[in-house]
T-cell receptor, first 113, second 111 residues
Framework: EPEVTQTPSHQVTQMGQEVILRCVPI?????FYWYRQILGQKVEFLVS????????KSEIFDDQFSVERPDGSNFTLKIRSTKLEDSAMYFC???????????FGDGTRLSIL | DAKTTQPPSMDCAEGRAANLPCNHS???????VYWYRQIHSQGPQYIIH???NNETNEMASLIITEDRKSSTLILPHATLRDTAVYYC????????????FGKGTMLLVSP
């Protein structure tokens, strides 16, 4: 069964550094999402992406964050200058169309030191 | 999106049916009920969704009351691997419809 793939599984970065989290959505999907989950807390929506542009974003997704679909397969989340509070699991999800559910990857654990 | 209410935790014996309830009394006519689960440290896994009819797939059954104000997810023969946090989420299917996760129900399946 097709899967959403995320790399790396664990990323350790110094505070203030830039980090890029990578996702390969399911191949025929059109809608892409990033969520995060701070340890012990709820899964929170960050951003949705459709037709090569951001369609919706949450308050968390400030100017430090950006997303890109640089080619036909990858979907990336960049954090420009990481802070300690950015430490979390980051989940990518994709959806084929509006009548289909979102499917999630297994996440990248981001640890900021 | 309508809010949902779920019990914080439930127990189930292995091999028995697990019935997980969800209240969504403010659901509107075009909103679907989705169920996801999250096994420790993994990404949320889609289980099933429905609008008003009962639904069944290889993982579970979803029973939605006639007034659509509540629903029940049924795992017919729970196994230890079904131990997870189960999320009931209500959302429309139009546009980009993001998912709003609550705290869910922690289901513990015991031998």
């Amino acid at each position: 069964e097709p899967e959403v793939t995320q790399t790396p599984s664990h990323q350790v970065t110094q505070m203030g550094q830039e980090v890029i989290l990578r996702c390969v959505p399911i191949s025929n999907h059109l809608y892409f999402y990033w969520y995060r989950q701070i340890l012990g807390q709820k899964v929170e929506f960050l951003v949705s992406f459709y037709n090569n542009e951001i369609s919706e974003k949450s308050e968390i997704f400030d100017d430090q964050f950006s997303v890109e679909r640089p080619d036909g397969s990858n979907f990336t989340l960049k954090i420009r200058s990481t802070k300690l509070e950015d430490s979390a699991m980051y989940f990518c999800a994709s959806r084929q169309d509006s009548n289909q559910p979102q499917h999630f990857g297994d996440g990248t654990r981001l640890s900021i030191l | 999106d309508a809010k949902t209410t779920q019990p914080p935790s439930m127990d189930c014996a292995e091999g028995r049916a697990a019935n997980l309830p969800c209240n969504h009394s403010t659901i509107s006519g075009n909103e679907y009920v989705y169920w996801y689960r999250q096994i420790h440290s993994q990404g949320p896994q889609y289980i099933i969704h429905g609008l008003k009819n009962n639904e069944t797939n290889e993982m579970a059954s979803l029973i939605i009351t006639e007034d659509r104000k509540s629903s029940t997810l049924i795992l017919p023969h729970a196994t230890l691997r079904d131990t997870a946090v189960y999320y009931c989420i209500v959302r429309g299917n139009s546009g980009y419809s993001t998912l709003t996760f609550g705290k869910g129900t922690m289901l513990l399946v015991s031998p």
